[in-house]
């Protein structure tokens, strides 16, 4: 297993590799996450974070490397998978047609939610996310925050345990990133698991127990954030230094 192996991961990939013609946007990773914690994804732009949780998540198939969700393969079981999952793409891909109701109750029933349990999860979800006003609206109509707080209302509605978010807070204002903080944390606190992708590092900073670096295609090692806070450093810097460094050696 992967250099930061637990006898009890909740997301585990390994050799996870996707090679687009002649060239290898991601190569050979492995990242394993423990039951009941939030792990961070950092990189800068074309590193292959998104290719990399893709992948995981059972979009995009891998040119070689498996991951398990909770112990199902994605590609394998991937009904098995993909119901213990909620998924959070960067780029939303919503029906704009739909209103935000009629999406919602679509996302239920393509988890299975029927016998009543559609209503009380639609209002637990849009009260959370503050969403009962826009009921009967189109999607479409909407703004990007909006629209994101959509995509984040369909991603828990199932009460998946294992969570995959590429790029949660975009388009949030800092009062309702507060509230997806929060419940992030109380989502934790209920043993769920969390893998993340972030451009704000003190998003990253408060949530996640652990952090990855990926540049280049390729993992850094594991960074505990607890080691980083008695060292009196912060995961923003240490990720600038590195990436500084890889750079440099590099030639670039």
Known sequence: MAEDADSDPSLYAQGLTRRFGDKTVVDEIAIVVPRGSVTGLLGPNGAGKTTAMRMMAGILRPTRGETLIISYDIWREPLKAKAAL??????????????????????????????????????????????????????????????????????????????????????????????????????????????????????????????????????????????LRAQRTTLATLFHEMVARTSCCSGV
């Not at 992030?184 to 043993?191: F, H, K, P, R, T």
Request: proline share 5%; charged share 30%; with cysteine.
């Open 86 to 227: 909620g998924y959070l793409p960067e780029s939303l891909d919503l029906y704009d047609n739909l209103t935000t109701e009629e999406f919602l109750r679509f996302i239920c029933r393509a988890y299975g939610m029927d016998d009543g349990i559609p209503d009380e999860a639609l209002e637990r979800w849009m009260a959370i996310f503050g969403l009962e006003d826009l009921a009967d609206e189109l999607i479409g109509d909407q703004s990007k925050g909006f629209r994101q707080q959509v995509a984040l209302a369909s991603v828990f509605i199932h009460d998946p345990e294992v969570l995959i978010l590429d790029e949660p807070f975009i388009n949030l204002d800092p009062l309702v990133q507060a509230k997806v903080r929060d419940w992030i944390e109380e989502y934790l606190a209920d043993g769920g698991t969390v893998f993340l992708n972030t451009h704000l590092p003190e998003n990253a900073e408060r949530l996640c127990n652990r952090a990855r670096i990926i540049h280049r295609g390729r993992i850094r090692p594991l960074l505990e954030l607890e080691q």
